[in-house]
């Protein structure tokens, strides 16, 4: 049987709720979903915190399979599309990836991120 661990890192927002930022199973990092947090405020700005959670997982965005994308509009996805597409640019690879409009995300902002990586 394999290992679970948690993962925490001061470089990206604790969780806002009673879970993990990441947990480690085997070879496998489960990433929660990421908002645009500044660990510190925890106000919103421009950008994401999943690269510091993977990294405190000992894993990368090289490492990604697969991401789900949390869009408040999906009006948005075409610039969502820009950012992803940049943010993996460093990648052999990319990800496969599910993206979907919900009603509300967390801190009312307008995308959220979550991956799995090994």
Same mark, same amino acid.
């Given at each position: 049987?394999?290992?679970?661990?948690?993962?925490?890192?001061?470089?990206?927002?604790?969780?806002?709720?009673?879970?993990?930022?990441?947990?480690?199973?085997?070879?496998?990092?489960?990433?929660?979903?990421?908002?645009?947090?500044?660990?510190?405020?925890?106000?919103?700005?421009?950008?994401?915190?999943? @690269?510091?959670?993977? *990294?405190?997982? &000992?894993? /990368?965005?090289? !490492?990604?399979?697969?991401?789900? =994308?949390?869009?408040?509009?999906?009006?948005?996805?075409?610039?969502?599309? @820009?950012?992803?597409? *940049?943010?993996? &640019?460093? /990648?052999?690879? !990319?990800?496969?990836?599910?993206? =979907?409009?919900?009603?509300?995300?967390?801190?009312?902002?307008?995308?959220?991120?979550?991956?799995i990586a090994g």
């Amino acid at each position: 049987m394999s290992t679970i661990t948690s993962v925490s890192t001061s470089n990206a927002p604790s969780a806002i709720g009673p879970y993990s930022q990441a947990i480690k199973a085997g070879e496998f990092v489960f990433v929660s979903g990421c908002i645009p947090l500044v660990p510190s405020t925890m106000l919103i700005v421009e950008g994401a915190n999943l @690269k510091a959670v993977l *990294e405190a997982s &000992s894993s /990368s965005v090289g !490492k990604v399979v697969k991401t789900t =994308v949390f869009l408040k509009n999906m009006e948005d996805f075409a610039t969502v599309n @820009k950012i992803y597409e *940049e943010f993996f &640019s460093g /990648s052999e690879h !990319k990800p496969a990836r599910s993206a =979907v409009e919900v009603a509300r995300l967390p801190k009312d902002v307008l995308f959220e991120i979550e991956c799995i990586a090994g």
